[in-house]
């Protein structure tokens, strides 16, 4: 069921979105230690964000929840295929943005690694066992409609079996990553 909410201030929305992803990524921690108990395993939660512009306010916000942040993973969605010093970099946001105050601990899974040829690297990222399903994804918007850094009109884009993949930016000449989860079965 989709519900609409409205804000009164950027704030309120920051806030509210802070505390349903906390609540998200609590429920999964503690329904992963009941059974991580039983195999000696440590509970984990993964949370997956965009980058961009809007969701800085809800990543500081994030920030100072507090969580068993040690248990949770954090990855982007989507990245540019630029060093991680670019300003366009979403791993550079998050790192600045949500990886402070009480998220230190979390462990950060990057998208990119320019040091590496791309497609051996997306083959990498795909056959990274700690890279899991996430238990919360939050996507933003761009102002052209594209989510993830997917365009609709991409011809690129086609159904596949792969979690990561890459694609070419539309609106810049740089290459940008795309996730597309599935669940491992």
Not at 25 to 47: E, P, Y
Not at 98 to 108: E, M
Not at 147 to 173: H, M, N, V
Request: glycine share 4%.
């Amino acid at each position: 069921m989709v519900e609409l909410r409205t804000f009164d201030d950027p704030r309120a929305h920051s806030d509210a979105l802070a505390n349903a992803v906390s609540g998200v990524l609590r429920a999964s921690l503690a329904a992963r230690g009941a059974s991580a108990d039983a195999t000696c395993q440590t509970a984990h939660a993964t949370l997956a964000v965009s980058g961009g512009t809007s969701p800085k306010p809800f990543l500081q916000t994030l920030s100072r929840e507090p969580l068993d942040w040690a248990h949770i993973d954090v990855t982007l969605v989507d990245d540019r295929w630029v060093p991680e010093t670019d300003s366009a970099s979403n791993a550079q946001l998050v790192r600045d943005t949500l990886l402070q105050n009480a998220v230190v601990g979390a462990y950060f899974l990057p998208l990119v690694d320019v040091s590496k040829p791309l497609e051996a690297h997306v083959a990498a990222l795909n056959a990274d066992s700690r890279r899991r399903l996430p238990d919360v994804v939050v996507l933003g918007m761009g102002e052209d409609g594209h989510t993830a850094s997917i365009f609709a009109d991409a011809p690129e884009i086609s159904p596949s079996p792969r979690r990561i993949a890459s694609s070419p930016c539309i609106r810049a000449a740089r290459r940008t990553r795309a996730c597309r989860c599935r669940c491992r079965r």
